[in-house]
């Protein structure tokens, strides 16, 4: 069974950065896509970041530019740097693998 365990999330000014971490129970190496999404009180939830087997990469369109998705498979590890961070992207974040496999979430709160 795979299991998705979250990391890295907090309490952040804006303008600052976070990276968070998701560590995988499996060989990520395995065909399946990964990515993060988040979720708003009161929102549905969204598609942040994602990263195909073959490691392509794709945004939503409001994180573009700002963060960064990435994996190291040797540490069945996966990523989202997040920089220039905003109010807005204040939500519970949560690690998923295809398809359906999901973390438990870890906060990220932008606040001054």
């Known amino acids: 069974q795979v299991q998705l365990v979250e990391s890295g999330g907090g309490l952040v000014q804006p303008g600052g950065s976070l990276r968070l971490s998701c560590v995988v129970s499996?060989?990520?190496?395995?065909?399946?896509?990964m990515g993060w999404y988040r979720q708003a009180p009161g929102e549905q939830r969204e598609l942040v970041a994602s990263?195909?087997?073959?490691?392509?990469?794709d945004y939503a369109d409001s994180v573009k530019g700002r963060f960064t998705i990435s994996r190291d498979a040797a540490k069945k590890m996966l990523y989202l740097q997040m920089n220039s961070l905003k109010p807005e992207d204040t939500a519970v974040y949560y690690c998923?693998?295809?398809?359906?496999?999901w973390g438990q979430g870890t906060q990220v709160t932008v606040s001054s």
């Open positions: 499996v060989d990520i190496f395995r065909p399946y896509s």
């Open positions: 998923w693998r295809y398809p359906s496999t």
């Open positions: 990263i195909s087997s073959g490691g392509s990469t």
